[in-house]
């Protein structure tokens, strides 16, 4: 994979499946820079296992839904590796109610971290991200599934996909855009608070009756980052295993 020496932002790479992508992507010889907004102690755990592997890392605070902390990144960033190749925005929050009971808050939540940090990273990667760049925005096969009580993560992740079709023919200079959608994936974000009835469920949805290993995930975004897949765009990418 063609990821060798390119500096690699990703967003909420502190746990699962961000925590995952960024250990394949420094193992393949990319610069990661590990973003977090609340765990830094995970996310420091993270650097130094890429440290450990001779791979080149930094961990970042920065909450994507402030735009003042965004452009810190990007700034951080490029002062301490001089360019920025490639864009993975990762960060998200979900939770699963009824339509009727979420609050006002639980929505601003969803919004302000899932689409408003995706703009606020794509606004500063027109400008920053090096030509012929690549950028892999996360989103959820959740948004065809129409699973009862993910009516509003999956509102935002349909956002998401949107923005990145729009996106992917606005931004140029050889700049692929494009998502990916996992399914249901073995992460303590997705595992907490579901029965086991439940995760079986979804085990039976997909032609391999498991969940997804956070790096089933990481080695799509992996070939989604390197130059081969640089005639991919405005696409998104369905990463569960036929479960839609």
Known sequence: MKVKDKV??????????GKEIA???AKNGAKVVVNYSNS???ANAVVDAIKKNNGKAFAFKADVSKKEEVIALFDKTIASFGKIDVLVNNAGVMSAKKLKDNS?????????????GILNTLQEAESKLADNGNIVNISSSTVKLMLPTYAIYSASKA??????????KEIGRGISVNA???????????????SDEFIEKLKGM????????PID???????????????????????NGAMV
């Not at 932002?9 to 746990?15: F, L």
């Not at 249901?184 to 595992?191: H, V, Y």
Request: hydrophobic share 45%; aromatic share 8%.
């Open 104 to 116: 006002e808050a639980d929505f601003d939540k969803h919004f302000n971290v899932n689409v408003k």
């Open 217 to 239: 995930i990481a080695q799509v975004v992996l070939f989604m980052a390197s130059d081969e897949s640089k005639w991919i765009s405005g696409q998104v990418i369905g990463a």
């Open 159 to 168: 956002a998401v996909e949107q923005i990145t079709r729009v996106f992917s």
């Open 40 to 42: 830094e102690k995970e």
């Open 8 to 17: 690699v932002i990703v967003t909420g790479a502190s746990k699962g499946i």
């Open 206 to 213: 997909n032609a391999f009756h498991r969940l997804a290993k």
């Open 23 to 25: 250990i394949l992507l």
């Open 180 to 194: 990916v959608a996992p399914g249901p994936t073995e992460t303590n974000l997705f595992l907490e608070g579901k």
